[in-house]
């Protein structure tokens, strides 16, 4: 094995010195490039990628998240004056994110720049992600900053436009909760829901849920919501409204979909009454205290006798003359009393309140929906013999009716306060079609370039490996045909390179056929054997 291991180097050797000076140099160079690039190649994938979390922060933000990433650990760079901060390891950039949403540091930050901000080995579908990401942040910072709102927590629901001639038709969705510093007029109410409408492809008003922190439903996207009322109106949608919120987070737990459509009667006639009530403060009385009491007494008596008329002056006239009866005399008294009682008063003013709502008169009406799933990669199996998954969806597509138990429609009533409730349930069909497996060529760009490095290294040593040769060994070699086999190898012809070098150099030309000769020993060992043997035997036999 040592002899096999020495000889093949020697053969490399050889072979090595036998190329001319312009293809070693060539050689080399190609050599020292590919080493040069396999050592940068496994110095790119084996190095930490670093990744840049945030641009163009604020310094206040940039400290929040220097506070968050110190306190977790987590090894960064600041660049641009404090205002970008850099992850020195890439890997942790999703578990950042993570854990500084969950601190909510910094408070948004995340531009345009970040949803564009794209490297080589990002797929469509991150993309798509990071942009819609951006969209939610943006919604969310943009109603955080309008009157009475804290803060806003958005969820979007875009379905992926596989098709651009099918785009148009697709249909999206849109939560929101509202942590509110007051009670939102329903103006402001309708103007979140519409602003949200205008800034989402696809998004309708009717496809919108608005709730606060405190699970009251805001607008669940009926289209009576869309106008401003004013008076009466907005005391019926108010009222609507929160019997409607109540029917919604008694069913939200159970049914996946819920509709309401409520008829309440508002009483809006007024009417005023006073009243005043006296009574004795002593039980079993009819009259009050007594608190003050006057009493006049007067006595008169008269005389009747004839005589001149009662005057200051003298009667100057004749006297006329009556007939009268005998003197008589008569005497009177009287006496009054005036008594103040003192009673206890009520008085007593009602009034009725307006917009109160009749619930012996009022009606509800609850439509329940509990998702189907059907999954086109579980059911294709099944389905019958020629049919399609499409032909199965037209097929399938109508709700079917289900029960609703007394419970649920108890539960209605108690919660509403109103009696005349319906519910009705169904179950709704939602397909889900397989999802088309899509080539990316930019997944596949790294493992390309490892393969075209691969061939190049499996060329340059299929190049420059020497082919083993193969000896075949004779019996018997005459003297003649080892000479003349020697001869051919000494008088070889060399390169054009060699000729010119040893033109003029006859010594040289001497070591070059003794150099050759040596070669020949070397490389078939056997045959010179062979011809030392036909020579000692011509020698012996002479």
């Known amino acids: 094995m040592e002899e096999t291991v020495t000889q093949v180097s020697n053969q490399l050797t050889q072979r090595w010195n036998d190329l001319p000076k312009k293809q070693k140099i060539q050689i080399g160079v190609g050599v020292a490039s590919l080493l040069i690039a396999i050592v940068v190649m496994v110095f790119m994938f084996s190095r930490p990628q670093t990744s840049v979390l945030y641009r163009n922060l604020d310094l206040t933000a940039a400290a929040e998240v220097v506070d968050a990433l110190d306190s977790y650990g987590i090894a960064y760079n600041l660049l641009d004056g404090g205002t970008t901060i850099e992850l020195q390891n890439s890997d942790d950039l999703s578990r950042t994110k993570i854990m500084l949403a969950s601190e909510q540091v910094p408070n948004g930050n995340y531009t345009f720049a970040d949803s564009i901000d794209n490297s080589m080995t990002t797929t469509e579908s991150e993309k798509s992600a990071k942009e819609a990401y951006y969209e939610l942040v943006r919604l969310e910072e943009t109603l955080g900053a309008m009157s009475g709102i804290n803060s806003a927590t958005v969820s979007l629901n875009i379905p992926e436009a596989k098709n651009s001639f099918l785009a148009s038709d697709l249909v999206s969705t849109a939560s929101v909760m509202l942590d509110v510093r007051n009670t939102l ?7 979140v829901a519409r602003y949200m409408a205008n800034s989402v492809n696809n998004l309708d008003m009717s496809n919108i849920t608005i709730v606060d922190t405190n699970g009251n439903l805001l607008y669940n996207g009926e289209t009576d919501n869309e106008f401003v009322a004013t008076g009466q109106q907005q005391l019926k949608l108010a009222a609507e409204a929160d019997i409607k919120s109540k029917i919604y987070s008694l069913l939200s737990p159970i049914y996946d979909e819920i509709t309401i459509s409520s008829n309440l ?8 009454e006073t009243r005043e009530e006296y009574y004795s403060p002593i039980e079993g ?3 009050g205290l007594i608190y003050q009491q006057h009493t006049t007494a007067a006595e008169s008596s008269s005389l009747s006798d004839d005589g001149d008329t009662v005057g200051v002056d003298a009667n100057i006239d ?7 009866g005998e003197t008589t005399s008569f005497e009177s008294s009287t006496e009054t009393a005036d008594t103040y009682y003192h009673t206890n008063r009520v008085v007593s003013s009602a009034s009725n309140s307006t917009g109160t709502i009749d619930y012996a008169a009022s009606s509800v009406a609850v439509y329940v929906f509990r998702n189907v799933i059907y999954d086109e990669s579980v059911l294709k199996d099944t389905l019958p013999d020629g049919m399609s998954w499409t032909e199965y969806k037209i097929a399938n597509a109508n709700p079917v009716a289900i029960d609703v138990d007394q419970a649920t429609l108890d539960a209605v009533r108690t919660g509403s306060g109103i009696n005349n409730v319906v519910v009705y349930g169904y179950e709704k069909p939602v397909f889900r079609d397989e999802p088309v497996y899509e080539i990316n060529l930019s997944d596949y760009i790294p493992f390309i370039l490892l393969l075209a490095l691969g061939i190049i290294v499996v060329l340059v040593l299929f190049r420059f490996r020497k082919q083993e040769e193969v000896v075949e060994v004779e019996e018997e070699l005459a003297t003649e045909t080892v000479l003349e086999t020697i001869a051919e190898e000494v008088m070889e012809p060399t390169t054009e390179e060699e000729e010119e070098e040893l033109e003029d150099i006859e010594l040289r030309e001497m070591l070059e056929t003794k150099r050759r000769i040596e070669k020949f020993v070397d490389e078939k060992p056997e045959a010179v054997a062979s011809l030392l043997r036909n020579w000692l035997e011509e020698d012996w036999e002479d």
Do not use: K, M, R
């Open 285 to 287: 009385s009819s009259a």
């Open 265 to 272: 009667i508002l009483e809006f006639d007024q009417y005023q």
């Open 185 to 191: 007029s329903n103006e402001q109410i309708v103007a």
């Open 318 to 324: 004749e006297v006329p003359g009556y007939v009268t």
